[in-house]
């Protein structure tokens, strides 16, 4: 698959890694404007606009996932959302998750990259879905803790800095909410994605959890889950090193700067044209997957 | 939903009083650490990985571009001559990957303080996995 290619076309190196950069960004801007992460956008673009092997398009979107969980947690540091405490318990099943999904992929599915890029449609089509529903409640009516939540004392109190006043939460059918996080694991480490999409509802939706500390909390998830992904891959030689730097850079900067986007009006607008290109990118990783297009 | 009903509705957020008994000072010294470490870390990585790349193609030494893997396991030792700009890359990748469990390591280091067990026994699992996965990673 190296050297790789924009759309077929020979450039020299320096403008085919401009060229990734920028796309990486773009990808990564996307991502970071719909809250999606940058995976999401990016995979199918190293595959179908440059020709990645799907492994390795994976794998640096996963080192990408990790730069972008840093630098948007930084970014929003001040604000205290994240919940270390569910975050760890989630953590403990998506982390598993993750390296089981990134170990079916360089082993069970080394030879068939087919599969993966057919597995990464209904993934899209399910995030498009939650994009576009929006099933997410900012502030969750507040539950009684189940047993899992009493005994690892899964409740907070967060700071509404719009309402000026403190929060309380706790959460509830914690089981469940596992379960969505182990599976969120695998898709990440088998796909290359955050993962977020599924965390921030199994938080927010299922476990009652408000909204700003779900998406906080699915942020330091995510990068830690990714990392172990990533690391199974680097370590087992799959990523080229130098293609990754394009990769990452670009997707880092693109997300930043769509995560500040977020709040503005005319972005919400455009959501319902980015799911549309999100499940286009569906459409043709599926007509790429059963070999209808090279 | 009482306070009682549950016993003890505290801020569990991460770098603030929390229900893990850190007074507030302790809590803000830790955000100011992890923030730093992060901030550190993704500048370190984009630093790292942009001067390799730069240097492999200011000396034409494109490696890095061409053999897939990390220099050990793709047979190429770090002390080869022009290895320079894949271990720079290979540091980097690494920087970047790394980031993000040194926020797992904190939470970690939290609960040891608190002394809670059970969050401690969960946040230990979640690095020994992030552990292990290199060495699938080298096995597989």
């Known amino acids: ?294 | 939903m009482s306070r009682g009903a549950f016993d003890l509705p505290t801020d569990a957020t991460e770098g603030s009083a929390s229900s893990m008994s850190s007074p507030e000072f302790e809590g803000q010294r830790v955000q100011r650490v992890a923030r730093a470490v992060l901030l550190i870390g993704v500048s370190l990585a984009g630093v790292l990985m942009a001067g390799g790349v730069a240097l492999a193609v200011a000396e034409g030494d494109l490696a890095v571009f061409g053999s897939a893997g990390v220099p050990w396991h793709s047979g190429m030792t770090l002390a080869e001559p022009g290895a320079t700009p894949s271990l720079l890359v290979l540091l980097g990748v690494f920087v970047m990957i790394g980031t993000p469990v040194s926020r797992a390591a904190l939470a970690v280091a939290r609960f040891h303080r608190s002394r809670d067990r059970l969050l401690l026994a969960l946040g230990a699992l979640v690095l020994l996995v992030v552990v292990l996965s290199t060495l699938f990673g080298l096995a597989v």
Request: proline share 4%; hydrophobic share 60%; net charge positive.
């Open chain 1, 1 to 294: 698959v190296f050297p790789v290619s924009l759309l077929g076309s020979s450039l020299p190196l320096w403008a085919e890694l401009l060229a990734l950069a920028l796309v990486a960004a773009g990808a990564g801007f996307l991502g970071g404007m719909l809250g999606l992460g940058g995976g999401l956008f990016l995979v199918p673009t190293l595959v179908l606009l440059f020709g990645f092997d799907i492994h390795f398009a994976i794998a640096a979107s996963l080192i990408s996932v990790t730069g972008t969980s840093s630098g948007a947690a930084v970014q929003s540091y001040q604000r205290r959302l994240t919940d270390l405490r569910i975050g760890t318990f989630l953590e403990s099943g998506t982390v598993l998750g993750g390296v089981l999904g990134a170990l079916l992929a360089i082993t069970l599915l080394r030879d068939r990259g087919d599969i993966l890029v057919l597995a990464f449609v209904p993934v899209v089509l399910i995030a498009a879905y939650l994009t576009f529903a929006g099933i997410r409640v900012d502030a969750p009516a507040a539950r009684a803790p189940d047993g899992i939540a009493r005994r690892l004392r899964l409740w907070g109190v967060y700071f509404d800095d719009r309402e000026s006043r403190r929060v309380p939460y706790a959460a509830s059918r914690s089981s469940a909410a596992f379960g969505i996080a182990v599976s969120a694991g695998v898709a990440s480490g088998l796909l290359g994605i955050g993962g977020g999409v599924f965390k921030v509802p199994a938080m927010n939706a299922v476990m009652g959890i408000p909204l700003r500390v779900a998406v906080a909390t699915s942020n330091y998830m995510l990068g830690i889950t990714a990392a172990a992904g990533a690391l199974v891959y680097v370590v087992s030689g799959v990523v080229v090193l130098g293609w990754v730097v394009p990769i990452a850079v670009g997707t880092l900067l693109g997300a930043l700067a769509g995560i500040r986007t977020q709040q503005l009006a005319p972005i919400r607008r455009l959501k319902g044209l980015l799911v549309l290109v999100l499940v286009a990118a569906a459409v043709v990783m599926f007509l790429r997957g059963i070999g209808v297009i090279a």
